[in-house]
T-cell receptor, first 114, second 114 residues
Framework: SQTIHQWPATLVQPVGSPLSLECTVE??????LYWYRQAAGRGLQLLFY??????ISSEVPQNLSASRPQDRQFILSSKKLLLSDSGFYLC?????????????FGPGTRLLVL | AQSVTQLGSHVSVSEGALVLLRCNYS??????LFWYVQYPNQGLQLLLK??????LVKGINGFEAEFKKSETSFHLTKPSAHMSDAAEYFC????????????FGKGITLSVRP
């Protein structure tokens, strides 16, 4: 069966520090991968998506970047965190089989920037 | 272009009462529609989805939703609320195809009173 992992689960970082959040998917090949940010009362905002290794599309200009070094690994990074980067970060994957329609979400990473 | 409107941010019902969470969408292509549920500090779990075919779809935990094209709506219902239904609920829309993006509403928090 397919599973999606995110780590760390919780992170507290000072302003100006770097960031690396990791997402990995098991039991599938060549999925589309997504990073979302959830801020209180604002729903989910799509940050990045990837349709393959090394292929990253950015949805909104921001202080963050993403990379996909391996087929089932998706990394969210920042060189210098801002207070506004605080939030709940969710990784999702879209299986490229069947109807192509349903995204499945990981457990999320809670990031607090102080 | 697509968008989702979930009016209000909070709904409170008594245990055993009808649950009705409203969702209206806008889409320039035939929509795929989703309801996800999020329990505190967890990722999103798919409740149900509409892609094609029958407009009344049944999901997990006794929830169902009806796609009404003329009203551009996809309201979520459950005949009898349970305490365990307390969570945040997100409606989302996408188009068909592997590279179609998922657009979320802002979410509604459901509280269930004993």
């Amino acid at each position: 069966s397919q599973t999606i992992h995110q780590w760390p689960a919780t992170l507290v970082q000072p302003v100006g520090s770097p960031l690396s959040l990791e997402c990995t998917v098991e039991g599938t090949s060549n999925p589309n991968l997504y990073w979302y940010r959830q801020a209180a009362g604002r729903g989910l905002q799509l940050l990045f998506y990837s349709v393959g290794i090394g292929q990253i599309s950015s949805e909104v200009p921001q202080n963050l970047s993403a990379s996909r070094p391996q087929d089932r690994q998706f990394i969210l990074s920042s060189k210098k965190l801002l207070l506004s980067d605080s939030g709940f970060y969710l990784c999702a994957w879209l299986p490229l089989a069947g109807g192509y329609e349903t995204q499945y979400f990981g457990p999320g990473t809670r990031l607090l920037v102080l | 272009a697509q968008s989702v409107t979930q009016l209000g941010s909070h709904v409170s019902v008594s245990e055993g009462a009808l649950v009705l969470l409203r969702c209206n969408y806008s889409s320039s292509v035939p929509p795929y529609l989703f309801w996800y549920v999020q329990y505190p500090n967890q990722g999103l779990q798919l409740l149900l989805k509409y892609t094609t075919g029958a407009t009344l779809v049944k999901g997990i935990n006794g929830f169902e939703a009806e796609f009404k094209k003329s009203e551009t709506s996809f309201h979520l219902t459950k005949p009898s609320a349970h305490m365990s239904d307390a969570a945040e609920y997100f409606c989302a829309v996408s188009g068909s195809g592997a590279n179609s993006k998922l657009t979320f509403g802002k979410g509604i928090t459901l509280s269930v009173r004993p």
